[in-house]
């Protein structure tokens, strides 16, 4: 069955670095496009980042641009999301999306990981 598996979260202090992993299983990895979201208590789940199946031009969300770093391994059918210079508005519950690029409107999430960042 379809998995995506996150880990790597926690707590951490400002200024303080997270690398999050997404281990997916169950379809076929290269043909997704692959996302991080988050979201805080009370608050929209937003997206933070995005790369394409060859991996190449990631894009960012304002807030995050220049301190995250979104990553994948086609071999290991891992995407990653590399987290710098982390603020206390950085906290929030962070889930991985897989999105089809060739089975229209085919989805998937993952569970979420927590990440707190607070001193």
């Known amino acids: 069955q379809v998995q995506l598996v996150e880990s790597g979260g926690g707590l951490v202090q400002p200024g303080g670095s997270l690398r999050l992993s997404c281990a997916a299983s169950?379809?076929?990895?290269?043909?997704?496009?692959m996302s991080w979201y988050r979201q805080a208590p009370g608050k929209e789940r937003d997206l933070v980042a995005t790369?394409?199946?060859?991996?190449?031009?990631?894009n960012y969300a304002d807030s995050v641009k220049g301190r995250f770093t979104i990553s994948r391994d086609n071999a290991k059918n891992t995407v990653y999301l590399q987290m710098n210079s982390l603020k206390p508005e950085d906290t929030a519950v962070y889930y991985c999306?897989?999105?089809?690029?060739?089975?229209?409107?085919?989805?998937?999430w993952g569970q979420g990981t927590q990440v707190s960042v607070s001193s």
């Open positions: 999306k897989a999105v089809s690029f060739v089975a229209y409107g085919l989805s998937y």
């Open positions: 169950g379809f076929t990895f290269s043909n997704y496009v």
């Open positions: 790369i394409t199946r060859a991996g190449i031009t990631p």
